[in-house]
């Protein structure tokens, strides 16, 4: 059993049926079960621990449902609406269920109602029970008041006023109801009676469309697997196709047969619909796992969502237009990114900015983004590139000997090397935007060098000499490839 220090004394938490048939009940003080039972064995709670399982089973229980919700501390809370009758109804879904958990070693309470309060309340109090539609004030009349998950003192009160089970407090006015024990209460009951609705916030977002394949016996095998995976990036493909959509994001989820789930998510960049292109991309992903899918004892069920979707266009276009390269373009994108991440992958976008280090940004390839600004041609056929292809994410310090204060520099030492000036071009002359930042900062005056051995820098003199400062500082920007 375990135990846990409640209101500063340790308690029992969680009983197994020995220490029931013992006498031994939740919440009694240990100190009080060991003066019953002197060699009683106990472990501390770990609350922590019991919530990643929960997580851990709630994931399972996906293969029911995808609207599924924590009830912590040790509830789930599952929305079967339209789905019992793939498992043969409600009853023979209950069962399935039931017996699913007690090869994982769990014992489960189980119950169907109408409201997600009323299932809560039978689970506990009367495990079994599978609500008709609309029944749910007479099922739940002669439960205790407890059932209707109040807090200590609301129940308690509601004892001492005689009110002992929900039939009676149903029985009651509204605003009796609220005048003596609060609104929370009369929200609770009226939950839990089916009057008003309070659907449950499941906790993973709801595809937009699914598929999933269903296997009679579990399968161990990988390339099976993956042939089930195209199977059903087909069947995911014809329902987009219906309703005029293409996928931006999509999960394949592994249910294996011991209860464990594994989940496999890529990104495009445009919408998606193609079976093939998606095939691939998961087959990108899976190559570039660093801990390889494992079937276990097999899977049992594989399911292919598309969790985010958009509008697909289906203009045509001819094999030599610039928007079949653009379509080949992003399928790379989405195929590197599928293989590497999202994050690995990046393109540049221009802004409004003269400032070197801020005239682009990176930016995830697969993100759209709008154009703040359009790259600029600054040179001309045959001239040689203005800005260097590297340039540096911090400039760096460099000692410079030059034989005018304005004039390039004779030689400069970086990074311990001593470097010799054949040619040099410049300035070109930078100011900062003073409108943009508090603090002045110096102008810069650039200048592009080539060394004595063939080698070009890009560098600049940070403050204009004798009008900003009188020992103007060198910094090295760039290295032209």
Not at 68 to 94: I, M, R, S
Not at 139 to 144: D, I, V
Not at 198 to 222: C, G, K, S, Y
Not at 445 to 459: H, M, P
Request: glycine share 6%; charged share 25%.
């Amino acid at each position: 059993m375990l135990v846990a220090k409640l209101g500063g004394a340790l308690k029992l938490q969680a009983l197994d049926g020995r220490a029931e048939r013992l006498g031994l009940v939740p919440f009694m003080p240990l100190a009080d079960a060991r003066a019953r039972i002197p060699d009683l064995h106990v472990f501390h709670a770990d609350d922590a621990a019991d919530a990643r399982l929960l997580e851990r089973i709630a994931d399972w229980c996906e293969r029911f449902t995808p609207l599924t919700a924590l009830d912590p501390p040790h509830g789930l809370l599952l929305d079967v609406t339209g789905a019992a009758h793939l498992f043969g109804g409600e009853a023979a879904l209950t069962a399935s269920m039931k017996a699913s958990f007690a090869k994982m070693g769990f014992a489960a309470c189980i119950a169907i109602a109408g409201t997600a309060a009323a299932a809560r309340a039978l689970a506990r109090h009367a495990p079994g029970t599978i609500v008709p539609p609309g029944a749910e004030a007479q099922t739940l009349e002669p439960l205790p008041v407890e059932a209707l998950g109040l807090d200590p003192e609301a129940a308690a009160a509601l004892r001492r006023a005689g009110l002992k089970t929900i039939g009676q407090v149903a029985k009651r006015t509204r605003s009796e109801l609220t005048a003596r024990f609060g609104a929370s209460a009369v929200s609770q009951l009226d939950h839990a009676l089916g009057r008003v609705e309070r659907p449950i916030a499941p906790r993973l977002p709801v595809p937009d469309f699914l598929t999933e394949q269903r296997f009679a016996e579990p399968i161990t095998n990988l390339d099976v697997a993956m042939q089930t995976l195209k199977t059903l990036a087909e069947s995911l493909s014809s329902l987009l196709s219906r309703h005029g959509e293409g996928a931006r994001a999509l999960e394949a989820v592994f249910f294996r047969a011991d209860g464990a789930v594994r989940r496999i998510a890529v990104e495009t960049g445009s919408p998606v619909r193609d079976p093939a292109i998606l095939a691939r991309l998961f087959r990108e992903k899976l190559d570039a796992l660093a801990d390889p899918i494992d079937p276990g004892f097999g899977f049992d069920i594989i399911r292919l969502c598309a969790s985010r979707t958009e509008r697909f266009d289906e203009t045509g276009a001819s094999f030599e237009s610039e928007q079949n390269a653009a379509k080949e373009v992003a399928f790379l994108v989405d195929r590197l990114a599928a293989r590497f991440g999202a994050q690995q992958v990046v393109s540049f976008h221009a802004q409004d900015t003269h400032i070197p280090e801020s005239a682009s940004v990176s930016a995830p390839a697969q993100t759209r983004r709008a154009p703040v600004a359009d790259w600029a041609r600054r040179r001309e056929a045959g001239e040689a590139p203005r800005r260097p292809l590297r340039l540096f994410e911090r400039p760096e310090p460099i000692e410079v000997v030059a034989e005018v204060p304005e004039g390039p520099p004779l030689r400069f030492r970086w990074r311990g090397v001593l470097h010799a000036t054949r040619h040099a071009e410049g300035p070109e002359r930078i100011a900062m935007e003073w409108w943009r930042a508090q603090d002045a900062k110096p102008t810069r005056d650039y200048f592009r060098l080539e060394d004595e051995e063939g080698r070009r820098f890009w560098l600049y003199r940070d403050g204009l000499y004798g009008r900003e400062t009188q020992k103007p500082n060198w910094f090295l920007h760039g290295l032209f490839a």
